[in-house]
């Protein structure tokens, strides 16, 4: 999937947020949604790597589904978009999708530590671009 096809769908995503917040309406109906941690090694780096990673209820490998790549701030890791306290992005993606404002998608959140995510003491735009979407693409798309 191209750059410019992920901003707009990230943009989407941001739209939708805004409308369901805006209507103060969350789904009330029950989307069993999966999240967990993973890790992958980048060779870039020569380490593990964290990861959260949400995908849908009835996830399977073999469905296109839009990759939503979320990124922390300074000071943040990869949980900040799972967490109760701050990113609520299962029960965000879960609220939207039943109340059918966005497709089926599976959204991932790379622990970049303070990187700002480019390349500089660590190269993490390139493990970002390289590695990390490929690797995502790879295990969890049938691409």
């Not at 490998?61 to 990124?71: A, C, D, F, I, Q």
């Not at 300074?74 to 609220?95: A, M, P, Q, R, Y």
Request: charged share 20%; hydrophobic share 40%.
């Amino acid at each position: 999937m191209g750059f410019l096809r992920q901003f707009v769908f990230l943009s989407l995503i941001g739209i939708c947020f805004l409308t369901a917040c805006k209507n103060n309406k969350i789904s009330n109906d029950i989307y069993d949604s999966i999240t967990q941690v993973e890790a992958f090694t980048s060779e870039i780096a020569n380490r593990d790597l964290s990861f959260h990673i949400y995908l849908p209820e009835q996830y399977d490998k073999s469905k296109n589904y839009p990759v939503l790549y979320l990124l922390h701030g300074h000071g943040g890791h990869d949980d900040d978009w799972f967490s109760l306290e701050e990113g609520l992005v299962k029960t965000i993606l879960d609220s939207l999708f039943l109340d059918n404002k966005i497709p089926e998608v599976i959204a991932v959140s790379l622990n970049a530590d303070n990187t700002w995510y480019i390349d500089a003491q660590v190269p993490m735009e390139t493990i970002y671009m390289k590695e990390f979407m490929p690797f995502i693409e790879s295990v969890y798309l049938d691409q």
